[in-house]
């Protein structure tokens, strides 16, 4: 059927945007439950959970994926399953309110669960498995949100069950990665985990330097903003597995059609209403200025996939890690240089509109000397052809 290759891309993307769910409806159960300073620990928790969900995320699965020799499809290893159940237990058997060292944990192990399952899941194109866990997130995340509206203690309970059910529905013991997904080439893998360390620790890093410079406040709204923009992560995050598995050829029409479409439904949601009706107390400091540049940055970070996928393709891992580390540079003095002078929200996220937008020019110039596919399709030579056309 022509359309089922559509269908497939939708529910693919629909089971990303719910990855961002759970972030989301934490910060906005806090909001409602939890005094200001706990919900600023929470933002910096989902934070740092994030950035070591992407380490093992890294190292196991897009280090695999960046070995071009490297033997049948990624699978999840047995290990994770039973990290994510041990977070979930933490939040289940504790107070609504948890102390620090269950936020901090709890965030970690859920976040690790939830973006591994989602990326093999990409990877392996199991649509149908990825909307049943989608379905079973997001239901859940409903009902602990309605439950934090009546004050209801369960209300984070129920949110940790459908995380869990999120995680263990995409499980398949028998597909399940050899060696516990210890991946095929460490050298490889080590630089690619390198690299998402080095970019990854700009976001816990800015939410830590908001917290002591600003208050609890500017970094609730700081990960509020972020989570909300960062419903286009899933869609970047789809397309980048897709250049990866399949480099750009058929891929990147549709890639740069989903995200125009997702940017268009995140702004119309966040200002039609949806946000303060989600986030409730917490949506009282988004402004306007600072929402429209964290949409802008993360446009800029759709230009710089497609290059930045063609040089991981390539198996350029050397020179894709100098890149990021020099990028993560610009972003924390550009970020701190701004922050220092107008202290808002909006200036963090026009600093890292200027920051990847930067990083863009530079992927483009090493992809079109390092990567010969995307050099044909986007190079100078190819420029001047469609100018001469």
């Given amino acids: 059927m022509p359309d089922s290759r559509h269908l497939h891309t939708l529910v693919q993307v629909v089971a990303g945007l719910a990855l961002n769910v759970f972030p989301a409806i934490f910060i906005a159960i806090y909001a409602r439950i939890a005094p200001i300073e706990t919900q600023g620990f929470l933002a910096l928790a989902l934070a740092v959970g ?10 196991i699965v897009e280090g695999r994926l960046a070995t071009p020799d490297a033997e049948g499809e ?19 058997i504790g107070p609504a309110v948890a102390s620090s060292a269950v936020l901090m944990a709890g965030a970690i192990g859920v976040m690790t669960g939830l973006l591994m399952t989602r990326s093999i899941g990409v990877v392996t194109g199991e649509w149908k498995t990825e909307g049943f866990a989608a379905s079973a997130l997001i239901v859940a995340s409903v009902i602990a949100l309605w439950m934090a509206d009546q004050h209801n203690p369960h209300c984070v309970r129920v949110l940790a069950v459908g995380a869990l059910l999120a995680v263990v529905v995409r ?39 908001l917290l002591v410079m600003v208050g609890p406040a500017a970094s609730v709204t700081f990960r509020v903003i972020s989570t909300v923009a960062g419903a286009l992560e899933p869609i970047l995050a789809y397309g980048r597995y897709r250049l990866l598995a399949h480099g750009h050829r058929g891929e990147l029409k549709a890639f740069v059609a989903v995200f125009t479409a997702g940017m268009v439904v995140v702004l119309v949601a966040a200002f039609g209403g949806v946000g303060s009706l989600i986030f409730g107390p917490a949506w009282q400091g988004v402004g306007v200025a600072a929402m ?58 026009l600093a890292f509109a200027v920051s990847e937008m930067i990083t863009a020019v530079v992927y483009h110039c090493a992809a079109v000397r390092g990567a010969p596919d995307y050099a044909a399709a986007f190079g100078m030579r190819r420029l001047r052809q469609r100018l001469g056309q």
Avoid at 50 to 59: G, I, R, S
């Fill in 292 to 349: 429209l540049l964290a949409c802008l940055w993360k446009a800029f970070m759709l230009v710089s996939t497609v290059p930045f996928a063609a040089l991981r393709k390539a198996g350029k891992t050397v020179l894709v890690f100098w890149i990021r580390g020099a990028s993560t540079v610009v972003y924390l003095a550009i970020s701190v240089g701004f922050l220092m002078v107008w202290q808002s929200t909006a200036a963090i996220f």
């Fill in 171 to 209: 499980y398949r013991p028998r597909k399940a990665m050899p060696r516990m997904g210890f991946p095929p080439d460490v050298r490889r893998s080590s630089w690619v985990t390198a690299e998402t360390a080095v970019v990854g620790a700009v976001q816990p890093a800015i939410t830590s330097i």
């Fill in 74 to 92: 990624p699978g999840l290893p047995g290990w994770v399953v039973l990290l994510s159940a041990a977070a979930c237990g933490l939040l289940v």
């Fill in 50 to 59: 994030v950035y070591v969900a992407q380490l093992f995320n890294a190292f």
